[in-house]
């Protein structure tokens, strides 16, 4: 058995020493930066993890003491319980985001064993999906796009475990909600597919359908509890904003032209496009062509019917598109499967390839030195108000903040949840108190004559001029370069 074990590890040694590396260069990053959460999901993510531990609130998120009902549990849960460890919660959660992040390449790198049976050829694929900008980028940031990817790839590699299939469902679905569903729905059309091809009878269509409903059925029960308990709101909130309004217009200024996300594919891997579109033509022509291993070319090009139904989406956000990246980069690669039994050539053809990725496309000093965030004023106001004892934080969003929020209220590109956040939702982690958002001057000034004891405002000083002078209220740390911290005495 040690044999075996010994032999496992000697024949996937590379794999597991750029594993290895790449985990510890990313944590090296990671620590030696240590810089703020960034707007906007680092920060929302981090708080709600947060609340919804402290309010043992472990099946529904919460922000500033509300039921967040626009987003499943699991990710904010997950950075709730990361930040709980002894160490930095900025250091704590992105480690374990690149945690997972390593389990996600090593799941390609499987899935890269079973279509090509050439390790080398999974290695290569595997190296370039980690250093594509936007995959770097989500390794060493909060994100619920790994934990979707996770479920996804876990589904497919297992889709025959029952147990292990539905584990990674539940993943996918209470990490992204009804996107998660995406792997079960592909194999749905699969096996249609299969009985339609005269690949299967009736009986074991009926029989695989039964398995896909089960699977699909246990992940619904969390849907089914909130149903219960919130009844319309969480249908509004998370089926009619979160869902179907991101996929119908392009809320909160998510704006893009139709071919945005093929731009940003392009962007990623450039010259690769080339190889990754000629495989997938190839694969596309052995699918529909009789006597072929149709199972193990649906496995290959899984994803690609996902990155076809992003360009039907309105909401354009580049990080959208990581889900299928290790997709694109698997097509890359696989010509050289003609090389599989010339290992030397295979090899050097490889390294070839790594070496002009990382001058060509991906340069590799950008992504080491380019920081995801820095400590700014926004960040530099919300701490004092924690030290200072403010009970309270009521925030003036900036001028062209405003603009844009009345811009797009007036064009029914908001969804209900769009003030919760501010223009910087780290404002509400770092000062870690109430935190309301005030996106009016009326509004806000209303706050301020209504403020109670130890209550405090914050207010860009540009507007300084829109606020009346109030007696009981002093101006705390005025050396901030952008903002005012003011305290109800």
């Given at each position: 058995?040690?044999k075996?074990?010994?032999n496992?590890f000697?024949?996937?040694?590379?794999f597991?020493?750029?594993?290895?590396?790449?985990?510890?260069?990313?944590a090296?990053?990671?620590?030696?930066?240590?810089?703020p959460?960034?707007?906007?999901?680092?920060?929302i993510?981090?708080q709600?993890?947060?609340?919804?531990i402290?309010?043992?609130?472990?099946?529904?998120?919460?922000?500033?003491g509300q039921?967040?009902?626009?987003?499943?549990?699991?990710?904010s849960?997950?950075?709730?319980?990361?930040?709980?460890?002894?160490?930095a919660?900025e250091?704590?959660?992105?480690?374990a985001?690149?945690?997972?992040?390593?389990i996600?390449?090593?799941?390609?790198?499987?899935?890269?064993l079973?279509v090509t049976?050439s390790?080398?050829i999974?290695?290569?694929?595997?190296i370039?999906?980690?250093?594509?900008?936007?995959?770097?980028?989500?390794s060493?940031?909060?994100?619920v796009?790994v934990f979707?990817?996770?479920?996804?790839l876990g589904?497919v590699?297992?889709?025959?475990?029952?147990?292990?299939s539905v584990i990674?469902?539940?993943?996918?679905?209470?990490s992204k909600?009804?996107?998660?569903?995406?792997?079960?729905?592909?194999?749905f059309?699969?096996h249609?597919?299969?009985?339609v091809?005269k690949?299967?009878?009736?009986?074991?269509?009926?029989?695989?359908?039964k398995?896909?409903?089960?699977?699909m059925?246990?992940s619904?029960i969390w849907?089914?509890?909130?149903?219960?308990?919130?009844?319309y709101?969480?249908?509004?909130?998370?089926?009619?904003?979160?869902?179907f309004?991101?996929?119908?217009?392009?809320?909160?200024?998510?704006?893009?032209?139709?071919?945005f996300?093929?731009?940003?594919?392009v962007?990623?891997?450039?010259?690769?496009?080339i190889?990754?579109?000629l495989?997938?033509?190839y694969?596309?022509?052995?699918?529909?062509?009789?006597?072929?291993?149709?199972?193990?070319?649906?496995?290959?090009?899984?994803?690609v019917?996902w990155?076809?139904?992003?360009?039907?989406?309105?909401?354009?956000?580049?990080?959208?598109?990581?889900p299928?990246?290790?997709?694109?980069?698997?097509l890359?690669?696989?010509?050289?499967?003609l090389?599989?039994?010339?290992t030397?050539v295979?090899?050097a053809?490889?390294?070839?390839?790594?070496?002009?990725?990382?001058?060509?496309?991906?340069p590799?000093?950008?992504?080491?030195t380019?920081p995801?965030?820095t400590?700014?004023?926004?960040?530099?106001?919300?701490?004092?108000?924690?030290?200072?004892?403010?009970?309270?934080?009521f925030?003036?969003?900036?001028?062209s903040?405003?603009?844009?929020?009345?811009?797009?209220?007036s064009?029914?590109?908001?969804i209900?949840t769009?003030?919760?956040?501010?223009?910087h939702?780290s404002?509400?982690?770092?000062?870690?108190?109430?935190?309301?958002?005030?996106?009016?001057?009326?509004?806000?000034?209303?706050?301020?004559?209504?403020?109670?004891?130890?209550?405090?405002?914050?207010?860009?000083?540009?507007?300084r001029n829109?606020?009346?002078?109030?007696?009981?209220?002093?101006?705390?740390f005025a050396?901030?370069?952008?903002?005012?911290?003011?305290?109800?005495?």
């Amino acid at each position: 058995m040690k044999k075996v074990k010994n032999n496992i590890f000697l024949d996937h040694f590379p794999f597991i020493l750029f594993l290895a590396g790449f985990f510890l260069l990313v944590a090296f990053l990671i620590i030696s930066r240590n810089t703020p959460f960034f707007d906007w999901d680092e920060s929302i993510y981090a708080q709600v993890g947060r609340e919804m531990i402290r309010n043992k609130s472990f099946f529904v998120p919460v922000w500033q003491g509300q039921a967040w009902l626009d987003k499943p549990p699991i990710p904010s849960l997950f950075y709730g319980v990361m930040e709980l460890l002894p160490f930095a919660p900025e250091i704590t959660t992105r480690i374990a985001t690149l945690l997972l992040s390593c389990i996600v390449l090593f799941f390609q790198y499987i899935l890269g064993l079973r279509v090509t049976k050439s390790k080398y050829i999974s290695l290569l694929s595997v190296i370039l999906t980690a250093f594509l900008p936007v995959f770097f980028q989500r390794s060493q940031a909060l994100n619920v796009d790994v934990f979707l990817l996770l479920g996804w790839l876990g589904y497919v590699l297992w889709y025959e475990n029952v147990w292990a299939s539905v584990i990674f469902l539940l993943i996918a679905t209470l990490s992204k909600s009804l996107l998660g569903f995406f792997p079960p729905i592909m194999f749905f059309g699969f096996h249609i597919f299969e009985f339609v091809t005269k690949q299967i009878n009736k009986k074991q269509l009926i029989s695989r359908l039964k398995y896909l409903g089960i699977q699909m059925g246990i992940s619904c029960i969390w849907f089914v509890g909130m149903l219960i308990v919130y009844k319309y709101n969480f249908i509004q909130y998370h089926f009619i904003d979160s869902h179907f309004k991101r996929v119908t217009a392009s809320i909160e200024q998510h704006f893009g032209q139709r071919t945005f996300y093929v731009t940003v594919l392009v962007d990623q891997l450039r010259l690769l496009l080339i190889p990754a579109s000629l495989s997938l033509g190839y694969f596309m022509y052995l699918f529909f062509k009789k006597k072929s291993d149709r199972y193990l070319i649906f496995l290959t090009i899984f994803f690609v019917p996902w990155f076809v139904f992003l360009n039907l989406t309105k909401t354009k956000i580049e990080w959208y598109i990581y889900p299928v990246l290790s997709q694109f980069t698997l097509l890359a690669v696989y010509p050289l499967i003609l090389l599989r039994k010339k290992t030397v050539v295979l090899v050097a053809t490889s390294i070839i390839v790594g070496t002009y990725y990382f001058i060509a496309i991906t340069p590799i000093n950008s992504l080491l030195t380019q920081p995801f965030s820095t400590l700014e004023d926004h960040q530099r106001i919300a701490i004092p108000a924690k030290k200072n004892g403010c009970r309270g934080l009521f925030v003036l969003v900036g001028d062209s903040t405003r603009t844009s929020y009345a811009t797009l209220k007036s064009m029914n590109l908001v969804i209900t949840t769009t003030t919760w956040w501010g223009n910087h939702p780290s404002m509400a982690y770092y000062a870690d108190m109430r935190t309301v958002y005030s996106y009016s001057i009326p509004n806000f000034i209303d706050k301020l004559n209504n403020l109670k004891r130890s209550e405090c405002l914050v207010f860009e000083k540009n507007d300084r001029n829109h606020i009346p002078n109030v007696s009981l209220v002093r101006d705390t740390f005025a050396d901030n370069k952008t903002y005012v911290l003011m305290q109800k005495e």
